[in-house]
């Protein structure tokens, strides 16, 4: 099998071993580099051709359809997973950035919720979302719909 070769993203050192330190437990995953900003993201993406970004959002900033067209443009087949997405942007890192390449959203650095997300992509899926993104798209979408609702009843 093929490795999937990972990207890490964040200004934090310390962030960026950190998520190292998690896929060391995954088998079947190499680390072929870290970037510390978006020109650095892109510029990795154009050298290493990874399989899989982990974009750390707290560490890199909002995450923009330009940076995600030029990982497009780089790497066609890159996949995103934004790690550290506060539960009231979810819907809007869904909404915009999922055409563009986004593959998953986890709203906390934790081991185990990282290992299983890049495990799930690992395996073929099409999208990771951690137990608080889907709720919190789930509620997105019912206060969209809510008052639809109300009208048929």
């Known amino acids: 099998m093929t490795p999937l070769k990972v990207l890490i993203a964040s ?67 890159l996949r995103t997973l934004a790690v550290g997405c506060s539960p009231e942007h979810v819907r809007a890192y869904f909404l915009q950035l999922t055409p563009w390449g986004l593959s998953g959203c986890i709203c906390q650095l934790r081991g185990g919720e990282l290992r299983t997300a890049v495990r799930t992509l690992q395996q073929g899926a099409s999208f990771y979302l951690c137990p608080r993104a889907s709720q919190a798209l789930i509620d997105a979408y019912r206060r969209m719909t809510h008052h639809w609702s109300r009208e048929e009843a």
């Open 11 to 77: 200004k934090s050192l310390a962030v960026c071993a950190e998520i190292a330190q998690h896929l060391t437990r995954c088998s079947g995953v190499q680390i072929v580099g870290f970037a510390h900003n978006g020109q650095d993201i892109v510029r990795q993406t154009q050298r290493q051709h990874p399989d899989l970004l982990i974009l750390h959002v707290p560490g890199c900033g909002y995450p923009t359809v330009a940076l995600f067209q030029q990982l497009r443009q780089a790497q066609p087949q």
